[in-house]
């Protein structure tokens, strides 16, 4: 099993661009979770999906943030426009539908640097 | 999501037993203790969960008090590698918008030292 990957681990761009993080999740994995780590704020949850559909995006800062998951092996993190204060890690996790047992597998994460 | 508290750092020689605390004194009984560990520049890893039994995996065991109000994490034979932010959190089964999530807090910082 690869373990949930996520691409790319590193990105660097200039305020204003548009930003696309991906992930694609454990194979037979229901739930998927999008997390974004600063030194200031700590792992935050910004949204999570139950089988393709949005449950929660009451952690997504604001609307410049979308999130979509068009099939089960995939997922995207957009940001549009990126400001300097998006600089952060963020990471993607999935997990079984769990009943209260199934923990949550995270990948390495993607470091974004925003200019 | 109930909160939990735990100190924020911690010391241990190597190969000796870490043993980490947490408090969770509002935890409701549709809620799990898990703790997950994270490396410095890696993602969060999970290490164990529990209900309201003590439980044991190659990694750790896990020690819930009868109330469920507290828990302790054990590292039987702590070595260098162990030296990471360690997370204790509750996780809610109970339906609606809080199913599933796990709310990372601040943690505790375990340094093991030769």
């Not at chain 2, 560990?37 to 999970?46: A, L, M, N, T, V």
């Not at chain 2, 164990?48 to 020690?63: D, F, P, R, V, Y």
């Not at chain 2, 204790?88 to 199913?99: D, E, L, N, P, Q």
């Amino acid at each position: 099993d690869a373990g949930v990957i996520q691409s790319p681990r590193h990105e660097v761009t200039e305020m204003g661009q548009e930003v696309t993080l991906r992930c694609k999740p454990i194979s037979g994995h229901d739930y998927l979770f999008w997390y974004r780590q600063t030194m200031m704020r700590g792992l935050e949850l910004l949204i999570y999906f139950n089988n393709n559909v949005p449950i929660d995006d009451s952690g997504m800062p604001e609307d410049r943030f979308s999130a979509k998951m068009p099939n089960a092996s995939f997922s995207t993190l957009k940001i549009q426009p990126s400001e300097p204060r998006d600089s952060a890690v963020y990471f993607c996790a999935s997990s079984f539908n769990w009943q209260g047992e199934s923990p949550l597998h995270f990948g390495n994460g993607t470091r974004l640097t925003v200019t | 999501d109930a909160k939990t508290t735990q100190p924020p750092s911690m010391d241990c020689a190597e190969g000796r037993a870490a043993n980490l605390p947490c408090n969770h004194s509002t935890i409701s009984g549709n809620e799990y203790v898990y703790w997950y560990r994270q490396i410095h520049s890696q993602g969060p890893q999970y290490i164990i969960h529990g209900l309201k039994n003590n439980e044991t995996n190659e990694m750790a065991s896990l020690i819930i008090t009868e109330d469920r109000k507290s828990s302790t994490l054990i590292l039987p034979h702590a070595t260098l590698r162990d030296t990471a932010v360690y997370y204790c959190i509750v996780r809610s089964f109970a339906g609606g918008t809080s199913y599933g999530k796990l709310t990372f807090g601040q943690g505790t910082i375990l340094t093991v030292h030769p």
